[in-house]
């Protein structure tokens, strides 16, 4: 089946202009996770969805960062007023977590990213 | 200092080596390992995952976990030039998120 998509692939920005960022998780996946991979760097999570419950928002850098999620479906992910800083690659991945109860479903499947540059 | 660290690379070895790779981590409550391998401009593809310590197969990796030690290691048997790509190690605390804490991830290039 699917995996989980993103959009844009890449997005060039002006530094002060806001970007929003698109995830389809995989179809049925209750759980989903933004993540931000700096260049060189390992994933820095940002935010998590599930189901209806309250987001886990612990990872957001700054109040210029906010996401949403339609019931179980897209999510989009909104940097406002962009800096330079804020270029790196930003990952969405999504998981069946609470569906079946076992370990696996924790696995967390990741889309291939959009490519953020701020000039 | 990191939760996790991981030694960056790169490693270079030969096509039928034996690699090596490692992460060490400071926090105890993590349970939950992970191994995903990223090729470039691509996202993170998962490898293995573990909750115990102790020693997983699956065909030429091996994942090993030592909890006492806070360290977790992935083998690769018989490398190939495809392997060649960033591995990146992960693990969570098995809470409300599971949110992954990542290492910074070991570039490997296998030559042919």
């Known amino acids: 089946g699917a995996g989980v998509s993103q959009s844009p692939s890449n997005k060039v920005t002006e530094k002060g202009k806001d970007v929003e960022l698109r995830c389809d998780p995989i179809s049925g996946h209750t759980a989903l996770y933004w993540y931000r991979q700096r260049l060189g760097q390992g994933l820095e999570f940002l935010i998590y969805?599930?189901?209806?419950?309250?987001?886990?928002k612990s990872g957001l850098p700054s109040d210029r960062f906010s996401a949403e999620r339609t019931g179980e479906s897209v999510s989009t992910l909104t940097i406002q007023r962009t800096q330079q800083e804020d270029s790196a690659v930003y990952l969405c991945a999504s998981s069946s977590r609470g569906l079946a109860g076992t370990h696996a479903e924790e696995t967390q499947y990741f889309g291939p990213g959009t490519r953020l540059l701020v000039l | 200092q990191k939760e996790v660290e991981q030694d960056p690379g790169p490693l270079s070895v030969p096509e039928g080596a034996i690699v090596s790779l490692n992460c060490t981590y400071s926090?105890?409550?993590?349970?939950?390992f992970m191994w995903y391998r990223q090729y470039s401009r691509k996202g993170p593809e998962l490898l293995m995952y573990t909750y115990s310590s102790g020693n997983k197969e699956d065909g030429r990796f091996t994942a090993q976990v030592d909890k006492s030690s806070k360290y977790i290691s992935l083998f690769i048997r018989d490398s190939q030039p495809s392997d060649s790509a960033t591995y990146l190690c992960a693990m969570s605390v098995m809470d409300s998120s599971y949110k992954l804490i990542f290492g910074s991830g070991t570039r490997l290039l296998v030559r042919p």
């Open positions: 969805f599930q189901g209806n419950s309250a987001p886990d």
């Open positions: 926090n105890s409550a993590f349970q939950y």
